[in-house]
């Protein structure tokens, strides 16, 4: 029996997040891929639907993916929520590093086979 992966993708591009979704829900067939526009979306899906792991893109206005990751951190402590940070600029990627935010940032445009890789792998061994 194959295990159902919840996934929340953020991004305030709304093709973006819709192309995101629809390339890792391909790649990962027994995932449950939720995209969503705003970081208050984000985190209302979240507490409705728990996800596995959340792609949260930084550089919105509003509540940014920094901001919805602290929330969901807060929201689920005891989860091993798996936290992905997504951004084209490399330097606010780059000063999160040491953070603990998230547990892995990269950087736009992603490698789609290697985030689902790393989805499946990372989720599963939770």
């Known amino acids: 029996m194959t295990q ?9 591009e709304r093709d973006a997040a819709d192309m995101l979704a ?3 829900t391909l ?6 891929v ?7 979306d984000a985190v209302a899906v979240a507490t409705e639907h ?3 792991a959340a792609i949260l893109d ?21 989860s091993r929520l798996l936290l992905i940070a997504l951004s084209g600029n490399v330097l606010r990627l780059g000063a999160l590093r040491n953070s603990g935010t998230f547990d892995y940032l990269l950087s736009k445009p992603v490698d789609i086979a290697a ?3 790393l ?3 990372r989720v599963r061994l939770r």
């Open 27 to 32: 790649e990962l067939q027994d995932a449950v």
């Open 58 to 78: 930084l550089e919105m206005s509003g509540l940014d993916g920094e901001g919805v990751a602290g929330a969901l951190r807060s929201a689920f402590p005891d």
């Open 22 to 24: 629809a390339l890792l």
């Open 115 to 117: 985030l689902a890789d």
């Open 50 to 52: 728990r996800p596995d």
């Open 119 to 121: 989805l499946n792998g």
């Open 4 to 12: 159902t992966i919840e996934i929340l993708v953020l991004d305030d």
């Open 34 to 40: 939720r995209a969503v526009y705003t970081g208050a």
